[in-house]
């Protein structure tokens, strides 16, 4: 039996390193994908930094090599990140992903919960020696090693479109890529959203849309957000979702130039939607307008 590891198709162009945070000392594994067609072109492609690499990296190459090899989205390079170990993911996710400690009213259950989300975080920080207040507010760090750090190295080793530079989130990750939107002097013009709330971005809130109404962007920028059906049917995922929901419907208000689109997948639960989420918003945010038949129909000419 041949015992050697061989990657997918999908997967060869894949490359791996551990980078160290200028801006809060945390190690983090940095898996960077070129598609088909890279080494061969001379052209600047767009760039998707992918939050949660080390969970979501697999299905979302697999999305864009199949929808950039049949021609229905343009091809792009996917950076994941994820925090490396012996970190622990689960606990500096919350960190980098959250811009304020939840307020007292956040973390109350909601009606018709059995119990309050935050319980979870509570226990994890306390088994982990930390209290609860210092596992929030990390946004301002993460963003300056995505925008400051990844970024520009990339764009000394890749060609990279300057402005066609995304981020996706899913969860806390869709609460990261909101507060990055919130920014809007930012270099990511392009997010994909999913099933995002505000929970962690309560305490400033007003402040921030404030300051987004009031200023300019600095390229166009173009939001797809989606949640799964079945999501609202749990009390907490269900106000979680609705206030993010509310809130892009608010920011798009204060700046008309802001293009947003909303999207639920019907059944779909928090853990299974985010598949559909990527693959729905990278053709909306990315896609040529061409339908697969169309692509087969030239084929066949």
């Known amino acids: 039996m041949n015992t050697g590891i061989r990657l997918p198709q999908s997967m060869q162009d894949l490359t791996h390193e551990i980078v160290t945070a200028d801006s809060n000392g945390v190690d983090y594994d940095l898996w960077i994908w070129t598609p088909p067609g890279y080494e061969q072109s001379d052209q600047p492609y767009p760039l998707l930094i992918l939050l949660d690499g080390g969970m979501f990296l697999g299905a979302a190459v697999d999305m864009v090599s199949l929808m950039s090899t049949i021609g229905e989205a343009r091809p792009a390079i996917v950076a994941g990140v994820s925090t490396a170990p012996p970190g622990v993911h689960g606990i500096q996710r919350t960190i980098d992903y959250s811009a304020e400690v939840p307020t007292d009213e956040v973390r109350a259950a909601p ?3 059995e119990f309050s989300f935050w319980e979870v975080y509570e ?11 210092d596992g929030f507010g990390g946004t301002d760090a993460f963003h300056a090693f995505l925008a400051d750090q990844v970024l ?15 981020v996706a989130g899913h969860s806390s990750g869709g609460d990261f890529a909101v507060d990055t939107l919130l920014r809007k002097q930012t270099p990511f013009s392009r997010f994909i959203v999913g099933s995002f ?10 402040e921030r849309e404030t300051r987004f109404g009031a200023m300019a962007a600095a390229r166009p920028l173009r ?6 059906g079945a999501e609202e049917e749990d009390p907490y995922l269900a106000q979680y979702i609705e206030r993010g929901v509310a809130l892009l419907h608010r920011l798009q208000a204060s700046d008309p130039g802001l293009d947003v689109t909303i999207r639920c997948f019907d059944h779909e639960t928090h853990g299974s939607v985010f598949a559909h989420i990527f693959a729905s918003g990278y053709r909306e945010l990315w896609g040529t ?8 129909r030239q084929a066949s000419m």
Not at 198 to 206: A, G, H, Q
Not at 223 to 228: D, L, P, Q
Request: glycine share 16%; net charge negative.
């Open 223 to 228: 939001v797809f957000c989606g949640y799964g």
């Open 152 to 166: 520009p190295d990339m764009t000394s080793r890749y060609r990279i479109d300057p402005d066609e530079v995304g």
């Open 123 to 133: 226990k994890m920080f306390e088994a982990a020696g930390m209290r609860f207040e």
């Open 197 to 206: 709330g505000t929970d962690v971005l309560e305490r400033t809130l007003p």
């Open 111 to 113: 009606p018709g919960a």
């Open 289 to 296: 307008g061409i339908s697969f038949g169309e692509v087969m």
